[in-house]
T-cell receptor, first 111, second 113 residues
Framework: GEDVEQSLFLSVREGDSSVINCTYTDSSSTYLYWYKQEPGAGLQLLTY?????DMKQDQRLTVLLNKKDKHLSLRIADTQTGDSAIYFCAEGYTGRRALTFGSGTRLQVQP | DGGITQSPKYLFRKEGQNVTLSCEQNLNHDAMYWYRQDPGQGLRLIYY???????QKGDIAEGYSVSREKKESFPLTVTSAQKNPTAFYLCASSPDSTGNTIYFGEGSWLTVV
């Protein structure tokens, strides 16, 4: 079945790096996503990675994928207070009806 | 501006009343989705539509209904049969029916009293 797991909470100091982790169970997953949700708002697509890639970097964001362990991580360099939000991991593959989301990790950035 | 518009943002209803949440997109996306978000539970799929005049149940469709008469519109009705309707509802769309890379609206808060 499809299942995506994330830890619930992460607290970091401003300027440090944040690493948010995600594990998934569906070996058919071909697309893996990170979304950001600010309080009371919808989800904003941050980045995604195809399953044939190990790493993707986009400015302060680095996504690492370990397909063997079905483990995905999002690293935010130089974390700012504006990065405080809930981060959702999601997975899917072509032809499946919709993405499967994790429960979200709340990132708290302390000044 | 292109995007997904949900309305209203906040809605209060008495128990036993049906309520309809609006979702409109001008992105020319084929697929549209409704998710429900409860605290600490992530997103759960209610209904989805891959093409006009067609829709399928998601994981928690009981007590909800939808229609897809136009490509740009996918309204969700929360009926009185839904036992715990108070939640944050998110509409989303995707360029095609592959189910990947979906984009979200800003959400609607429904409180039933």
């Amino acid at each position: 079945g499809e299942d995506v797991e994330q830890s619930l909470f992460l607290s970091v100091r401003e300027g440090d790096s944040s690493v948010i982790n995600c594990t998934y169970t569906d070996s058919s997953s071909t697309y893996l996503y990170w979304y950001k949700q600010e309080p009371g708002a919808g989800l904003q697509l941050l980045t995604y990675i195809f399953s044939n890639m190990d790493m993707k970097q986009d400015q302060r964001l680095t996504v690492l994928l370990n397909k063997k362990d079905k483990h995905l991580s999002l690293r935010i360099a130089d974390t700012q207070t504006g990065d405080s939000a809930i981060y959702f991991c999601a997975e899917g593959y072509t032809g499946r009806r919709a993405l499967t989301f994790g429960s979200g990790t709340r990132l708290q950035v302390q000044p | 501006d292109g995007g997904i518009t949900q309305s209203p943002k906040y809605l209060f209803r008495k128990e036993g009343q049906n309520v309809t949440l609006s979702c409109e997109q001008n992105l020319n996306h084929d697929a549209m989705y409704w998710y429900r978000q409860d605290p600490g539970q992530g997103l759960r799929l209610i209904y989805y539509s891959q093409i006009v005049n067609d829709f399928q149940k998601g994981d928690i469709a009981e007590g909800y209904s939808v229609s897809r008469e136009k490509k740009e519109s996918f309204p969700l009705t929360v009926t009185s049969a839904q036992k715990n309707p108070t939640a944050f509802y998110l509409c989303a769309s995707s360029p095609d029916s592959t189910g990947n890379t979906i984009y979200f609206g800003e959400g609607s808060w429904l409180t039933v009293v």
